[in-house]
């Protein structure tokens, strides 16, 4: 909330660096306009907030930058409607609103001394690069790291310019495919469930944190439970249309659960409590 | 039903202009108005202007009092590293509204668990509800539609109100129902009741109650709400998703975002929105997680009689009626509600 006015109110940050992904997506870094709101927006990997472009519209994305990082907060922008249309046509010194930070979180604190495996399909990978440098930035807390990363193409692949610090990282290993390579493609050619079963993570003191299109969670939950790993042991982060962001404007239920206030980050344990509505 | 713990009066209709002239001089008065062929609507009444009292329940809550139709959240002007933003707020002066019904007041008190519960307080509902009495009316003919008595509600229920104003014919009988409802009555020519003012306003009460049996066992409804029961396609398919239910619903609260560029900037306003419209939560990639008019019923019926109790421990209906009467194509809850209750699937 921002500390003047109600809870409607974007604080205001201006754009100060602007990545390229891919073809459709970009990643955004804002900077807040006043020092008070660069002090106070403290969040935690996994939540989101409500980006606004003024006269266009607000719509929700996950902070996938890492608190660790301060300063400044980014968040990525895949081509779909009318306002990530228009935040793709902002550049460097224009301005949008920002709320937040909404939502729950990656329990980070309970995840210190397990091994984490990240499982993350095209643009799903946003808010699990957020934990993925909170723990690569707080490495002694965190066990190995499995990252497997996996998109339709080489292009649709996000985050490129950090591929090299994350295989780089003690402890860390780094397993990208695509559905369909190219003549520059050297690596792994073939789905993410396939991926992980292939490599077979231990499911033993470990967590699995999984985002991605429904169609690899779908064949990715089938996997991990096959290598052993609990419903408990299984996390992933919901998308649902939202507005407000604070449980008023109704939109984003799945049975009496607000994605907004009790999500967006779900154990599959908790998830199938849950009517199938997502 | 509850007793009058701080009394009652007597406010002859005579005297009727009298306490809504006083009642203008220090509070914005809403109360039922007929303009024109217009049907009945809560509005703000001006001086000397004529309320209707008498005309049976207003096609609208006086919901969009608390949650306008369309409310402006902020302005902003300029752009770049000039732009600036200029948030709302409510100034929200003293306000009366007259002639609320049981079922709508009791309605507010469901908005007020969304709008001031759940986690952050929405403090624009906020200010308009702190600064706002509500003067009721007890139905002396429930509407065709009506069915408060089978969601735990009475047309002479107090759950809300300030007064409640019974009437006797040529007089009302004003039950006071908290220190600000004494204070409202407090300038104005009053006289005590008579035990045949009591007696007669009760006997109105019971035979309204009478008019409205008992339909369905609604605390049962959430335990018994399934969710691949046909009895969502049954009455789904006829739907157009006009959301005219919920538009008229007094606990109906779901709302939408949207920016408006003016000459010099623009406005971010939030204006009603419905679970019936296909769009609501259809996202941006085109993914749509109820993509059918038989998922929205779904979601409109479990949200109120199961979501919502048990997320608060009272449901999002109170039986007004409105959403019965107004849907073009006869889809009436209380047929859902019954065939569920009865275990119908």
């Known amino acids: 909330m921002s500390e003047t006015g109600h809870l409607y109110v974007p604080n205001l940050a201006v754009i100060d660096r602007v990545v390229e992904e891919t073809w459709d997506t970009k990643t955004f870094r804002a900077v807040f306009r006043d020092e008070p709101t660069r002090e106070r927006f403290s969040y935690h990997p996994g939540q989101f907030q409500e980006v606004s472009v003024f006269g266009v519209g607000e719509a929700t994305f996950c902070l996938t930058s890492s608190p660790t990082r301060s300063g400044f907060v980014e968040f990525s922008v895949k081509r779909a409607g009318a306002v990530t249309s228009a935040l793709h046509e902002l550049s460097e010194g224009e301005t949008v609103g920002i709320r937040g930070p909404y939502g729950n979180w990656f329990p980070h604190e309970e995840l210190k001394g397990k091994r984490l495996v990240f499982v993350g399909g095209g643009i799903g990978m946003a808010p699990l690069r957020s934990l993925l440098n909170f723990c690569l930035d707080r490495r002694e807390d965190y066990g190995h790291i499995d990252i497997f990363y996996g998109a339709r193409t080489p292009g649709d692949l996000c985050y490129t310019q950090e591929f090299d610090a994350w295989r780089a990282a003690p402890d860390t290993s780094l397993y990208l495919t695509v559905d369909r390579g190219d003549d520059r493609w050297t690596g792994k050619v073939g789905v993410v469930p396939a991926y992980v079963r292939e490599v077979a993570p231990s499911p033993a003191n470990a967590v699995a944190i999984t985002c991605g299109p429904p169609i690899m969670i779908k064949f990715t939950l089938p996997e991990l439970t096959k290598l052993g790993f609990a419903d408990e042991q299984i996390m992933t982060t919901l998308e649902m249309r939202m507005k407000c962001g604070v449980g008023k404007c109704g939109r984003c239920n799945i049975g009496h659960t607000y994605v907004c206030l009790d999500g967006p980050v779900f154990t599959y344990a908790q998830l199938r409590q849950l009517p199938s509505e997502y | 039903m509850r007793q009058d713990d701080l009394g009652a009066v007597i406010l002859k209709k005579a005297d009727l202009a009298s306490w809504v002239r006083g009642l203008l001089g220090s509070y914005r008065v809403v109360a039922p108005v007929r303009d024109g062929d217009a049907p009945l609507r809560y509005r703000p009444l001006a001086a000397g202007e004529a309320m209707v009292l008498d005309g049976g329940r207003p096609l609208r809550a006086p919901k969009e009092h608390f949650i306008p139709q369309v409310e402006a959240l902020l302005a902003f002007r300029g752009s770049g590293k000039a732009l600036t933003v200029q948030p709302a707020t409510t100034g929200e002066s003293g306000t009366v509204i007259l002639g609320v019904r049981p079922c709508d007041a009791r309605a507010l008190g469901r908005l007020d668990d969304v709008f001031l519960g759940r986690k952050d307080t929405d403090t624009l509902y906020e200010g308009r509800r702190k600064a706002t009495h509500l003067v009721g009316l007890a139905c002396a003919a429930p509407s065709w539609g009506c069915f408060c008595t089978s969601v735990g509600g009475s047309p002479a229920g107090t759950e809300g109100l300030d007064l409640l104003l019974t009437d006797l014919g040529d007089r009302y009988h004003v039950s006071l129902l908290s220190e600000a409802g004494r204070e409202l009555m407090a300038d104005t020519a009053c006289e005590p009741p008579a035990e045949s003012d009591a007696a007669a306003a009760q006997t109105q ?57 003016t000459a010099d900037g623009g406005l971010r306003f939030r204006c009603w929105d419905t679970c019936q419209f296909g769009e609501f939560t259809r996202m941006a990639a085109g993914h749509n997680p109820r993509p059918t008019q038989v998922e929205r019923l779904r979601q409109r019926v479990s949200h109120k009689f199961k979501y919502l109790v048990e997320e608060f421990g009272r449901m999002g209906c109170t039986g007004c009626g409105r959403c019965v009467e107004a849907c073009p194509v006869n889809i009436d809850i209380r047929s859902v509600l019954c065939e569920i209750e009865g275990g119908e699937r």
């Open chain 2, 205 to 261: 009460h019971a035979a309204a109650i009478d008019r409205m049996p008992v339909l369905f066992d609604a605390e049962a409804i959430g335990e018994k709400v399934e969710w691949d029961a046909p009895v969502w396609m049954r009455h789904a398919r006829r739907c157009l998703a006009c959301g005219a239910c919920s538009f008229l619903c007094p606990t109906c609260h779901c709302f939408d975002i949207q920016d408006e560029v």
